[in-house]
C-alpha cells in the first residue's frame, strides 16, 4: 500500500526531473544557434533553480521520517517472524485421511476451536489460477520479422556472364560467318590469294518478365513489417528466379555434348573431363571470353568431396567447402570457377565459354498505382530480358552418370 509521504517524494522528484528537462532544453537552443543565453531565458533558469532548491529542502526531513518508518516496519517483521517460530506454526495445507477426520474437524470447528477452524479454512480454501488463456485481450501477439523467405533471389548465371544493356525490344547481332584468307604465294609474281569477309547477322528479341499485386490501404497501413515493401520484394525476387530460369534453359538446350563423369569418378577423372570440355570450347571460341563451370545442386554434393579445402601441392583447386554452399561460386576446379545455380535441373555441368553466350537487361523495376475507389495500390515490377547463344560449341555439357 503506497504511503502518502512517498507520493509527495515521487511527485516532488518528478518536478525536479521535469524543471531540469526546461533548463536542459533552453541551454541546447542557445548551443545550437551558437549564441549566449538572453535575459529572458536566464530568468527562466533561475527560478527553474530556486524551484528545485525548494523542493530539495522540502524532501529532506520527509525522506528521513520515511526512512525511520521504514526502519520500524522492518523491525515488527523480524520480531513478528521470531514469535511465529516459537510459536505453534499454521499448517500451509490440509488432507484429510478419511470423511471421520473431516467431520470431527466440523464438529470441532463448530465448538469453537482455531486450529479445526483453521484447517478447514485451508481445505475449502479454493485458489483460482489466473493463466493467459484467461485474458488474450491483454496480451498483444508478437510478430518478430523479417519475415521467412526460402527463395534464391541470386542470378549467379546471368552475375557469371555478365548483363549488357538492353538496346530496344529487337535487335541484330553481327557475327562474321566467313573470314577473309591469307595464304602462301606460290611463286614469285603469282596472285595472292583472296576471299571476301561475309557478316551476317544474330536476330535477338527480348522478352518482357512482370508481375503485379493489388494491396488494400489497410493492408499497407497496419502491417508490421510494412507489407509494401515485403510484395516489392518478392517481386523482385521473382523476376530474378524467372530471368536466371531463362538463362539455364537456352544454356542447357543448345549446349554441345561433351565427355561424360562416370559414377564414382576420382578428383582427376573430373578434372580431365573439364578440361576436355575446356578445349572444346577453346577451339569454338578461338580463346576468348572467360571458362565457368555450372552445375546444379546435386552435382556441386559429388564434386565437392572429391575437392577438399586441404590445398595440398597436388591439389586441382582451392576445393569445396560445405559451410559455404549456396549459389554463385563455390570454388575451383583446375582455376575454373564452379558456380552453382538453383534454376539449373538436377545433373547439369556445363562448362560455358562467356565469349559464346550474351544476356541483355533493361530492368523497369517497381511501379504503382493508387485505385481510390477501392482503397487500394497495385504495385507492379518488371523488365526486358534476353539471352543469346552465339556459339553452342562454347558451351559443353558434361555428363554426370
Known sequence: MAHATDTLLARYVNEIEEKQKVMDSVVEAAQKEGRDLDDREMELLGNARERMKSLEAQMGPLEEARRISGDSQERLARIAEQMAKNGEEKPKEVKYRSAGEYVLDRWQAGLGHQTAIQRLDLYHRAAAHQTTADNPGLIPEQILGPVVSFVDAARPIVTA???????????????????????????????????????????????????????????????????????????????????????????????????????????????????????????????????????????????????????????????????????????????????????????????????????????????????????????????????????AGGVIEVTVS
Open 161 to 391: 556472364i555478365g548483363v549488357r544493356q538492353l538496346p530496344s525490344g529487337s535487335w541484330s547481332r553481327p557475327r562474321i560467318t566467313q573470314h577473309t584468307q591469307v595464304g602462301e604465294q606460290a611463286a614469285e609474281k603469282t596472285e595472292l590469294v583472296s576471299r571476301k569477309m561475309v557478316i551476317g547477322t544474330v536476330p535477338v528479341s527480348a522478352t518482357t518478365y512482370g508481375g503485379y499485386v493489388n494491396i488494400s490501404r489497410q493492408n499497407i497501413d497496419w502491417s508490421q513489417p510494412a507489407i509494401m515493401d515485403i510484395v516489392i520484394n518478392d517481386l523482385a525476387a521473382q523476376y530474378a528466379i524467372e530471368t536466371e530460369t531463362a538463362a539455364a534453359d537456352t544454356l542447357s538446350t543448345g549446349a554441345t555434348a561433351g565427355p561424360t563423369i562416370a559414377a564414382g569418378a576420382t578428383g582427376e577423372e573430373v578434372a580431365a573431363a573439364l578440361w576436355e570440355a575446356a578445349g572444346t570450347a577453346f577451339a569454338a571460341t578461338a580463346g576468348q571470353g572467360r571458362l565457368i563451370a555450372l552445375v546444379s545442386a546435386d552435382v556441386l554434393g559429388l564434386l565437392g568431396p572429391l575437392f577438399p579445402p586441404i590445398n595440398p601441392n597436388d591439389a586441382q583447386g582451392a576445393g569445396f567447402s560445405a559451410a559455404s554452399f549456396g549459389s554463385g561460386v563455390m570454388g575451383s576446379v583446375g582455376a575454373i570457377p564452379v558456380v552453382m545455380s538453383s534454376a539449373l535441373a538436377d545433373g547439369t555441368l556445363l562448362l560455358v565459354s562467356t565469349a559464346a553466350v550474351e544476356c541483355y537487361e533493361d530492368r523497369i523495376g517497381p511501379l504503382q498505382v493508387v485505385e481510390p475507389s477501392v482503397l487500394g495500390v497495385q504495385v507492379a515490377y518488371a523488365g526486358y530480358f534476353a539471352e543469346l547463344l552465339l556459339e
